[in-house]
């Protein structure tokens, strides 16, 4: 006949291993977040980017201290930067359906990320609006003020949906290949300012 004690113990480590087990089985289940965060596919500036919802290729980055809309729509006219304007050139492609919503943000290798701005009005992701059919490339700019120490081996990172809830939306990771002398040297001598075209249809 087993004693009291063994009971009691045999209890005690099914406990403890059944608390074990459920302890085991939520770390398997994914946060919300991570489970519904856009799909990232990777690129390199110069090269189409396919996120199989869209494309993206990034022709060119410019560095500049002023930015200011090619038609005159910004309320403010040209903008200074308090530290400098990355604007990237980049023409997008929706492949099947029409996408009503780019973001753009731009992330730096030590972490720090920088959405695209709010004052120009020709910005396919932060101005009045740009709306991708299918199969038409639109050309247009992406224009990021950034601190000069923050910007080190940013990479790009755009979306196009159709609709502003972007869980589970497609997302293109662009490397912009600066890095090293070739960064320090333009941050040292940005051009005096980029002007901003309006997206425009590039088929």
Do not use: C
């Not at 608390?19 to 110069?46: K, R």
Request: avoid cysteine; aromatic fraction near 4%.
């Amino acid at each position: 006949m087993t004693s009291p004690f063994v009971r009691r113990a045999a209890a005690v480590f099914a406990t403890l291993t059944l608390l074990s087990l459920i302890v085991m089985a939520q770390s398997l289940v994914p946060d919300d977040t991570l489970a519904t965060e856009p799909i990232a596919y990777s690129g390199e500036i110069g090269e189409p980017v396919d996120a199989e919802r869209f494309t993206v290729r990034v022709e060119r980055v410019r560095i500049a201290e002023t930015a200011v809309d090619e038609d005159g729509l910004g309320s403010s006219g040209p903008i200074e930067a308090k530290g400098v304007w990355l604007v990237a050139t980049a023409e997008i492609t929706s492949a099947t359906a029409p996408l009503l919503h780019i973001d753009a943000a731009l992330v730096m290798g030590d972490g720090y990320v920088y959405s695209a701005n709010r004052w120009l009005s020709n910005d396919m992701a932060g101005g009045t609006g740009t709306t991708l059919d299918p199969g038409i490339p639109v050309t247009g700019a992406l224009a990021f003020e950034v601190p000069k120490k923050r910007l080190k081996d940013p990479t790009l990172q755009v979306s196009a949906r159709q609709s502003i809830d972007g869980r589970l939306s497609a997302r293109a990771d662009v490397d912009l290949g600066l890095s090293g002398s070739e960064l320090d040297r333009r941050l040292a001598q940005p051009e005096d300012r980029v002007v901003v075209p309006s997206p425009t249809e590039t088929s």
